[in-house]
């Protein structure tokens, strides 16, 4: 099972928007409601971020959104801040089970 | 509050074994389904291995497939992974992660801190 496609890197202004996309197939992304994505901040674990394609976690800001058009799924950061630079990882249900992305280093400019 | 807490990592030969633990307070254990996550150094994300809350239903990735094996102990609120026959590519941190409750349940909700395997002679 390979890894998901993600850019190596975003960037963005204080208080812009930005998107990170996540590329599979029909096997992965486009044949399940079953992404997620995941923060990392270096050092740190991975926190959930968005769960099955676009719900948010308890507790997880509301700039936070998802979404899904066939085989790409993408995280949306609105009103970026500087607590947002961090690298991003989304994940997909496949019949292998799970299958991560390559991974997004977000800078906030 | 959720807390899992690994430990077991270290520096081990190419062809040893590691026994890997978690320790999970702040929930109904038994009611969980658990996973192993691991990260090689500088690198992506790399699901390992689940298991479901009793422990009947176990799937691992290829990479690891007949090296490492999944267990639990509900009494002990715990969750292991041991590992055998270990290589260089198995060098990580690895993560134990909780599987998610709401909705369809194919995400990790909690993760622990991470424990450092390193092999290498």
């Known amino acids: 099972q390979s890894a998901l496609t993600q850019p190596a890197s975003v960037s963005g202004s204080p208080g812009q928007s930005i998107t990170i996309s996540c590329t599979g197939t029909s096997s992965d992304v486009g044949g399940y409601n079953y992404v997620s994505w995941y923060q990392q901040h270096p050092g740190k674990a991975p926190k959930l971020m968005i769960y099955d394609v676009s719900n948010r976690p308890s507790g997880v800001s509301n700039r936070f959104s998802g979404s899904k058009s066939g085989n790409t799924a993408s995280l949306t950061i609105s009103g970026l801040q500087a607590e947002d630079e961090a690298d991003y990882y989304c994940s997909s249900y496949t019949s292998s089970f799970y299958v991560f992305g390559t991974g997004t280093k977000v800078t906030v400019l | 509050e959720v807390q899992l807490v690994e430990s077991g990592g270290g520096l081990v030969q190419p062809g040893g074994s590691l026994r890997l633990s978690c320790a999970a307070s702040g929930f109904t254990f038994s009611s969980y389904e658990m996973n192993w996550v691991r990260q090689a150094p500088g690198k992506g994300l790399e699901w390992v291995s689940y298991?479901?809350?009793?422990?009947?239903?176990?799937y691992y990735a290829d990479s690891v497939k007949g090296r490492f094996t999944i267990s639990r102990d509900n009494a002990k609120n715990s969750l292991y992974l041991q590992m055998n026959s270990l290589r260089a590519e198995d060098t990580a941190v690895y993560y134990c992660?909780?599987?998610?409750?709401?909705?369809?349940?194919?995400?990790?909700?909690?993760w622990g801190q991470g424990t450092l395997v390193t092999v290498s002679s």
């Open positions: 992660a909780r599987t998610g409750d709401s909705g369809t349940g194919y995400y990790f909700d909690y």
């Open positions: 298991i479901s809350s009793s422990g009947s239903t176990i």
